[in-house]
T-cell receptor, first 114, second 112 residues
Framework: DAGVIQSPRHEVTEMGQEVTLRCKPI?????LFWYRQTMMRGLELLIY????????DSGMPEDRFSAKMPNASFSTLKIQPSEPRDSAVYFC????????????FGDGTRLSIL | GEDVEQSLFLSVREGDSSVINCTYT??????LYWYKQEPGAGLQLLTY?????DMKQDQRLTVLLNKKDKHLSLRIADTQTGDSAIYFC????????????FGRGTSLIVHP
């Protein structure tokens, strides 16, 4: 079975540009999570969705960050405008909702803002 | 302080046992997890333990939980070079909608 699929795997862009990260969760999973991983701050939960509805976006660092989940099989995380301090690895994860349902992670997008 | 704390590095010799330790602060934690992250990849669930258990064994992996001290450990027997990775401890609780809180991760380095 296909796991969580993220694209692109790597993104290098100049500051000020818009960046869009994409995620396809595992079919049948109804929770989706966006994380950011850096050496300084470790793994941070940015936002999560249940049944395509954003539940908690308190981890989104600034208004420059936005996330959408238009349907059960697709989500985007957008940064506009991007800044060098946004450089990190961004992970998408999905799971079934509730109880002990482990999260399944994608391989991440390594984002570098110059 | 952090909700979940781990030491950052552990170095072991191939064939020895590795013990990775984790402490957490929330006594209402329901599930405790160990994830493994290999270079260039996402986190992969290794094993988990329910808070009413003391121990769980799965092949080379042994998880020990001391609920009184809020201490969780992961023992890897006969550590191999392929075990080199970052290991994350995480906890979740029903009051937190079961969303796991992750530690900073322990980098396990296995040398010949």
């Amino acid at each position: 079975d296909a796991g969580v699929i993220q694209s692109p795997r790597h993104e290098v862009t100049e500051m000020g540009q818009e960046v869009t990260l994409r995620c396809k969760p595992i079919s049948g999973h109804n929770s989706l999570f966006w994380y950011r991983q850096t050496m300084m701050r470790g793994l941070e939960l940015l936002i999560y969705f249940n049944n395509n509805v954003p539940i908690d976006d308190s981890g989104m660092p600034e208004d420059r960050f936005s996330a959408k989940m238009p349907n059960a099989s697709f989500s985007t995380l957008k940064i506009q405008p991007s800044e060098p301090r946004d450089s990190a690895v961004y992970f998408c994860a999905s799971s079934l909702m509730g109880g002990n349902q482990p999260q399944h992670f994608g391989d991440g997008t390594r984002l570098s803002i110059l | 302080g952090e909700d979940v704390e781990q030491s950052l590095f552990l170095s072991v010799r191939e064939g020895d046992s590795s013990v990775i330790n984790c402490t957490y602060t929330d006594s209402s934690s329901t599930y405790l997890y160990w994830y493994k992250q290999e270079p260039g990849a996402g986190l992969q669930l290794l094993t988990y333990i329910f808070s009413n258990m003391d121990m769980k064994q799965d092949q080379r992996l042994t998880v020990l939980l001391n609920k009184k001290d809020k201490h969780l450990s992961l023992r890897i027997a006969d550590t191999q070079t392929g075990d080199s990775a970052i290991y994350f401890c995480a906890e979740s609780r029903s009051g937190g909608s079961y969303i796991p809180t992750f530690g900073r991760g322990t980098s396990l380095i296995v040398h010949p």
